[in-house]
């Protein structure tokens, strides 16, 4: 049903300032600069491996607009929307109908990319509050045009998602839904006992999807936490980014055995970022 997360949304209230944090940070150059007339918003993206990334602002009036206007409101900028990517968005409406949720048929979207006029088109499913759980997410089927890939990175930049980090206060709804609505793979579900917590991993399209669970006694409820990027060196990462003036923490081995680490403390408009190689 689901094969990939299509893209994150981080939304931001300066979107040329945004861009040029993210510029830094990720070491690469935005592949798509454009607007959402309909929906009163403007993006720029960034393009990797095995997702994109979409910094959203508002701009003019809409849906889209009053939606990035109540999350600056509420809580600021920072990561606000995950986004499924299906092969096909009818086939994927008439089988969670199946299963028994109440599924408006898809809305069709389109975006112009200012810098030469070229056109993306795409088909999105809106989901019902039972499936998205407190999280702003949706599935989407692009249906004309392809975004611009990046110029080959350097071992220095940001090229691949590691993982999204999802916290629930219920992980075995988490996993009615992902694993068995969704279709996806439940690669680990594990209590760490120090930490307190329950730990389910779920893979997809090269990335995974960390979730971390903290019991308590409220309504069921999933946020969206932060995002960790792949790099080839982190030393060369480290390097880039203190030259580039971006605050990191010094590179140190992560929980996970062959991988090291370091955290991005700058110029992420609140969200917490990670980077990590992996060295074997």
Known sequence: MINSIDHLIIVVKDLN????NYQ?????DPVWKGEHKELGTANVLFNFKNTYLELLSSKGEGLGSSLVNDKLNKSGEGLAGIVFGTEDINKTRNLLIEKGFKIDIPSEGEGINSSNQAIRKWKNLFLPSELTRG?????IEH??????STDPCSDAALNKL?????????????IDIYKDVFGTRLALDKVIEHWNSRILFFRTNKTTIEVIEKKDDKQTFDSLWGLAWEVESIDKAHKRLVKEGVEVTDIKSGLKENTLVATIKSHTNNVPTLLIEHTL
Not at 143 to 148: A, C, S, V
């Open 162 to 174: 590691d993982h999204v980090v999802i916290n629930t206060n219920d992980s075995d709804g988490f």
């Open 24 to 28: 830094k940070v990720l070491g690469i």
């Open 135 to 139: 999280i702003f997410s949706f599935i």
């Open 143 to 148: 249906t004309h045009g392809e975004l611009p």
């Open 17 to 20: 300032t945004a861009a040029k």
